[in-house]
């Protein structure tokens, strides 16, 4: 248990100072660069997130479970980093084919012919990091991303200060860094196998056939279910270029950006529960009365989050960067109304991933990917950034409901309660008024809605609060006499 807390609030430490230090990076380039050429930037970034997914297969949780039990560990290493280069090799060139093919800019084929080149270096990192989960030991893929978040701080200052650096300069220096952590991790790496195992020496050049059919045979259903979560994560800005005008792909992209140093939150709070439906697996009476209290909570903790943020959020875009990113304003808003949503549907597909029906899981997945992509040529050539934004919002109002009936239907017995008007309803009438924003006294309306329901859900659910805060971060629980 002790090595499980230390793994979580290294993890913990690790994501709040790396997003952090990307966010501070950002926010410097959107000081120091135009609009216009960061929309080349930021869509070349966002193909990556695409290719280095592909490329790494997904087998994430293959590599945690598999590399524990293995009996050859060095062959294990060493079949997995030649899967992982030689699907990188692929991914990388199936990116650039298909940005000719569909007649991108040169600017951006150049740009992703740079930024892509850390897909091979991350596929590495990603066979070393699930290593270490496995042997419980993250704080070495910690502390070598955090010397990347200082390197890129380092970085940010020196582009702050001069000023005079292309962007394809500066994405060539992020993947000179992205090799640098590559290479703190893989020291990381032998000397804790040397030490643990002196004997252990290291080859490229082992291969394991049966490891190589296992890996494709049983990891199929979760690569597609990350691909397609991913997908319909940042496929909304890719299509955005190709819709509207380049500059809309900054503002989506600065919003997007932003959601991130919050949407890690919900993950660390879904996977802290994730136990307690193991534990509980079977017994649908205590699973629940425990699932339907922990949703509650989460709703009640993520809503006062989201509303503060609505509260600060324009006034803190104001004062960094004037009214430059104003359309990146609503994007933030209209995406950190799925905060709410994403906690519960995480929360309800591990009851599904319990029960080994991930490929229930990926059904879903697969028709909300269809709906997203249909709201984006519905909703972008009029409202732009916004409606990429809304169009990763509304499916996710849909998903909830039928992800619960599904539940309600597969196992009659579990009986998971919480307030749809909390969830659903009060994220539907703040994305209203974000699109209101610009109608006589719609934001004085919004910040005194705002703060009413802040007060509201404070009052209503502080007990509650009170206790998840407890549980969560101090750990206590309730003796028994």
């Given at each position: 248990m002790a090595s499980i807390r230390k793994n979580v609030i290294t993890a913990t430490i690790s994501n709040v100072f790396n997003n952090a230090s990307y966010f501070i990076f950002v926010l410097i380039l959107a000081k120091k660069y135009s609009v216009h050429e960061l929309s080349y930037y930021s869509l070349s970034f966002n193909i990556y997130f695409l290719t280095t997914l592909f490329a790494s297969m997904g087998i994430g949780n293959l590599i945690i479970r598999e590399y524990h039990k293995s009996s050859n560990r060095v062959k294990f290493v060493s079949t997995l980093i030649q899967l992982e280069l030689l699907?990188?090799?692929?991914?990388?060139?199936?990116?650039?084919?298909?940005?000719?093919?569909?007649?991108?800019?040169?600017?951006?084929?150049?740009?992703?012919?740079?930024?892509?080149?850390?897909?091979?270096?991350?596929?590495?990192?990603?066979?070393?990091?699930?290593?270490?989960?496995?042997?419980?030991?993250?704080q070495y893929t910690s502390m070598a991303s955090m010397t990347e978040g200082c390197t890129k701080l380092l970085f940010g200052a020196y582009i702050y200060l001069s000023g005079g650096l292309s962007l394809l300069v500066v994405a060539a220096v992020l993947v000179l860094l992205r090799c640098i952590t590559l290479l703190v991790q893989g020291t990381f790496f032998v000397r804790y196998h040397r030490l643990h195992d002196p004997s252990a020496h290291f080859s490229l050049f082992q291969f394991d056939r049966s490891l190589a059919r296992m890996i494709f045979r049983d990891g199929k259903t979760f690569f597609f279910i990350t691909l397609i979560v991913a997908a319909y994560n940042r496929l909304p800005i890719i299509l955005l270029s190709k819709l509207s005008v380049m500059e809309q792909v900054t503002y989506m992209d600065m919003g997007f950006k932003a959601f991130n140093t919050m949407s890690f939150v919900p993950a660390i709070l879904v996977n802290t529960f994730y136990p307690t439906i193991l534990k509980h697996l079977n017994e649908f009476q205590q699973l629940s009365e425990k699932t339907s209290k922990f949703i509650q909570a989460y709703i009640s903790f993520s809503n006062i989050a989201l509303v503060v943020s609505y509260l600060l959020v324009p006034f803190a875009f104001a004062i960094v960067f004037g009214h430059k990113f104003d359309p990146s304003i609503g994007v933030f808003q209209l995406l950190v109304l799925s905060l709410t949503l994403t906690g519960i549907m995480s929360t309800q597909a591990n009851i599904l991933f319990a029960h080994g029906l991930e490929r229930v899981d990926l059904i879903m997945n697969i028709g909300m990917f269809i709906v997203v992509?249909?709201?984006?040529?519905?909703?972008?050539?009029?409202?732009?950034?916004?409606?990429?934004?809304?169009?990763?919002?509304?499916?996710?109002?849909?998903?909830?409901?039928?992800?619960?009936?599904?539940?309600?239907?597969?196992?009659?017995?579990?009986?998971?309660?919480?307030?749809?008007?909390?969830?659903?309803?009060?994220?539907?009438?703040?994305?209203?008024?974000?699109?209101?924003?610009?109608?006589?006294?719609?934001?004085i309306a919004l910040y005194v809605l705002s703060t009413g329901y802040l007060v509201a859900t404070f009052t209503r659910y502080k007990s509650v609060l009170y206790e998840m805060i407890q549980r969560f971060f101090f750990k206590t629980e309730t003796k028994r006499a």
């Open positions: 699907s990188a090799s692929v991914a990388y060139g199936a990116t650039l084919a298909i940005a000719l093919l569909a007649n991108y800019e040169v600017r951006v084929v150049h740009f992703l012919f740079i930024v892509c080149l850390m897909a091979f270096f991350d596929n590495i990192n990603f066979v070393f990091s699930n290593a270490f989960v496995s042997l419980r030991e993250q992509i249909g709201l984006v040529f519905c909703l972008v050539p009029t409202f732009n950034s916004l409606g990429a934004a809304l169009s990763l919002f509304i499916p996710d109002l849909g998903f909830v409901l039928v992800q619960n009936k599904i539940l309600r239907k597969r196992f009659p017995a579990l009986h998971i309660h919480y307030s749809m008007i909390d969830a659903i309803v009060v994220p539907l009438i703040l994305a209203i008024f974000i699109f209101l924003n610009n109608m006589p006294y719609s934001r």
